[in-house]
């Protein structure tokens, strides 16, 4: 995802937009079961992801964003005002710990959630931040799966690049990713969205769209 945002960047700069201000958070560290999967190197295992990554484009990127070698908090969310939160996590938590440190404001905050399975994928778009009888909020990944704030179970990390892959198949990550992108590309550039998420089916080769459309949100049993 962090290739898709530099790569969104480089062009609004061309655009004679300011582009993006990253600042990205993970606490793991790159394994040898990461390497064909994700953007990393031999040479970068054993290091810091966020570390690794942001580094690499600060240093050949012409930009200067920031990492933290640790996970997000609550705390962290509280005393930040982004415009922006893209999360790319395994952890049900973690998703819980955005969710509960959003939305009771009085600004508007977009918050991006990408998830994915062995070969299938979301991505949901939603407001993070907003007034709370806004009626034109988009609801985020917690509201459409309130069964997300209960769920404590992070998914094992990978020892062998085949369990890796049995659980995220080649390929999936940057789908998802693209659908991610994409979306935010349309509202950055276009300054408007007809649908707020996409469900990517790999093995199918689908990809099925959320509308924006309340409709389609109380299906998902929400209010």
């Known amino acids: 995802m962090i290739?898709?945002?530099?790569?969104m960047h480089a062009l609004l700069v061309r655009l004679d937009h300011p582009g993006l201000s990253v600042r990205a958070w993970d606490g793991d560290e790159v394994s040898e079961a990461n390497i064909g999967r994700q953007r990393f190197w031999p040479a970068d295992v054993g290091w810091n992801k966020a570390e690794i990554l942001i580094s690499r484009y600060n240093n050949?990127?012409?930009v200067n964003w920031r990492f933290e070698n640790r996970n997000i908090s609550a705390n962290d969310l509280r005393d930040m005002n982004p415009d922006l939160?893209?999360?790319c996590v395994d952890d049900p938590k973690a998703r819980a710990v955005i969710a509960k440190s959003g939305r009771k404001k009085s600004d508007q905050s977009i918050w991006v959630d990408t998830g994915n399975d062995s070969?299938?994928?979301q991505v949901i778009l939603g407001h993070w931040r907003g007034r709370d009888d806004d009626q034109g909020l988009l609801p985020h990944v917690v509201d459409l799966y309130p069964s997300l704030k209960?769920?404590?179970k992070k998914d094992g990390d990978s020892c062998s690049t085949e369990e890796a892959l049995v659980k995220q198949d080649f390929g999936i990550n940057q789908r998802?990713?693209?659908e991610a992108s994409g979306l935010l590309?349309?509202?950055f550039r276009h300054g408007g969205l007809e649908r707020h998420g996409s469900f990517v089916y790999q093995t199918h080769g689908e990809v099925v769209p959320l509308m924006i459309c309340r409709d389609s949100w109380e299906s998902?049993?929400?209010a």
Request: aromatic share 16%; net charge negative; charged share 25%.
């Open 3 to 7: 290739d898709e945002l530099y790569r």
């Open 176 to 178: 998802v990713a693209a």
């Open 150 to 152: 209960k769920q404590n």
């Open 60 to 62: 050949f990127g012409d």
């Open 220 to 222: 998902f049993s929400t």
């Open 85 to 87: 939160i893209v999360s």
């Open 185 to 187: 590309w349309r509202l």
């Open 119 to 121: 070969d299938s994928g």
